[in-house]
């Protein structure tokens, strides 16, 4: 067989690209979608079957870790776009095949212009979604940014996972934060950004480049709070529809001319502006005052209690828990159960425990080894 050529930079649909009409494996390579930072991307279709699919031919040097794409399948977040298989180009290309994505990549919206303020919320706060499931399971992107976020459905899809061996859940944050300000400005920054969206969106989005928040959720839960404000803050002034504002105009015209000629008091109305998209601008409004309230007794306040913070587990006893947790997930495995997918992702926590760990470390394996507990064994319980 005859290896394909180098895929240029941008492919000539039509004339230059040899892989249209190819055949890659049990797949025929069909359409040319786009050109993505880390491969080019292909509809395809399943020869036996004629199933229609996503095929990613990555760039030369790109050859992707099958094991943490396979990870990334098993956390079955919706938002993952599932690769169904991976293979290897005559000319040492890699491939992946996955799902198919009916929709674009945000490099291909970046290209008509940039998003309004409420739309890159929606976008993050899905994106946030994703990443709050897959750093549960100890699985970080490590290359989020516009070509790897496809919008399909009305929702978003990630790909590209397990191209990176290893990487902080911070450098995913602070993508997040990069990949907001690109949708802002309608095209990818390079340095520091400038000072773009509405105030509470800009200032999530600083500290996520800034890497001053390191946890999904908590980025998430900025987000929805945003999403949640849009809507709920109602105008303060009674703005009338412009077919009543003529109605009174013409009655007291009428006034004017039919009736006596006394002075007529016509109504005052006061046409007000639209109340402002807090997620756009934020309006100023004067407090009211608020009424004096007398003989009113003021309830006595409740006695505060005070959690006592759990001390962090040691070493020792997170190496303990991480083969009980494996013990019991080989005595409930079943005929079918991919284990292999399971323990790649516990041997990961346990190999974060060899030396000597910090406070800190512990911590975040003994969360990390909660949600696994939560994610495989619920799982197979409710097998």
Known sequence: MTPFEPIPERTHVGGGDRLLGATIGAYRVLEHVTEGRLGTVYRAQ???????VTLEVLRTGRVGND??????????????????????????????VMERLD???????????????????????????????????????????????????????????????AAAREVDLQALGALGFALLAGKELEGAPPVLGPEPLHRLLRALFEKRVVDATVAKRELEQMLIAAPARPARRT???????????????????????EQVALPVVEVAEPAA???????LIEPEEAPVVQDVVAPRPLPR???????????QALQELTSKLEAQLRKKARPGD???????????????????????????????LAGWRRSYLQLQRQR
């Open 305 to 315: 209690v005070v959690k006592q913070a759990r001390p962090v587990p040691g070493a």
């Open 67 to 96: 094991e943490e794409a396979r990870a990334a399948n098993a956390i079955g977040c919706a938002g993952i776009a599932e690769v169904q298989a991976f293979g290897q180009l005559p000319d040492e290309r890699r491939y992946r």
């Open 338 to 368: 991919d284990l292999d997918q399971a323990l790649f992702v516990l041997n990961k926590q346990r190999l974060r425990l060899t030396g000597n760990p910090s406070e800190a470390e512990r911590k975040e394996v003994a969360r990390q």
């Open 46 to 52: 399943e020869i036996a079957s004629g199933t229609p």
């Open 103 to 165: 929709g674009e990549s945000l490099e291909q919206v970046l290209l008509r212009g940039p998003l309004e303020a409420r739309e890159v919320v929606r976008v993050l706060n899905e994106v946030a979604s994703v990443l709050q499931a897959s750093h549960a399971w100890a699985i970080t992107h490590g290359l989020l940014g516009p070509s790897s976020v496809w919008r399909v459905n009305g929702g978003v899809k990630l790909i590209d996972f397990g191209l990176v061996k």
């Open 239 to 261: 703005v009338l529809p412009s077919v009543l504002v003529g109605f009174v105009i013409a009655v007291g015209v009428f006034a004017m001319f039919f009736m006596s000629k």
């Open 277 to 283: 998209d807090p997620l756009i601008e934020e309006e």
